[in-house]
Nanobody, 122 residues
């Protein structure tokens, strides 16, 4: 089992910044992908930003140029730096990780964090 613990959400004014953190622990041999999704009220969960296949990244068009994703491999932690926040960024942000466990034969895992609320409002 792989557990994801998120932190860093909160209330911020439009134009402000927040930084989210997600730490993974458990039976992890390697990651296929790790990053952030979000779900606004009445909408489907959508990709925000993630690392895939090593160092490659992908971002939602709506956050390009405003959000940055980084990671600390030694801590199995990813960060989402959110700048120039807009009211439409308001959502619950979920950390997601996909990868392989350490047991043989290799088995894939996919885990979700509990979610952290980000509210952008004046």
């Amino acid at each position: 089992q792989v557990q994801l613990v998120e932190s860093g959400g909160g209330l911020v004014q439009p134009g402000g910044s927040l930084r989210l953190s997600c730490a993974a622990s458990g039976d992890i041999f390697s990651f296929i992908a790790m990053g952030w999704y979000r779900q606004a009220p009445g909408k489907q969960r959508e990709l925000v930003a993630e690392f895939i296949s090593g160092n490659s990244t992908q971002f939602a068009d709506s956050v390009k140029g405003r959000f940055a994703i980084s990671r600390d491999n030694a801590k199995n932690t990813v960060y989402l730096q959110m700048n120039s926040l807009k009211p439409e960024d308001t959502a619950i942000y979920y950390c997601n990780a996909r990868g392989y466990g350490s047991m043989w034969p290799p088995r894939t895992f996919e885990s979700w964090g509990q979610g952290t609320q980000v509210t952008v409002s004046s």
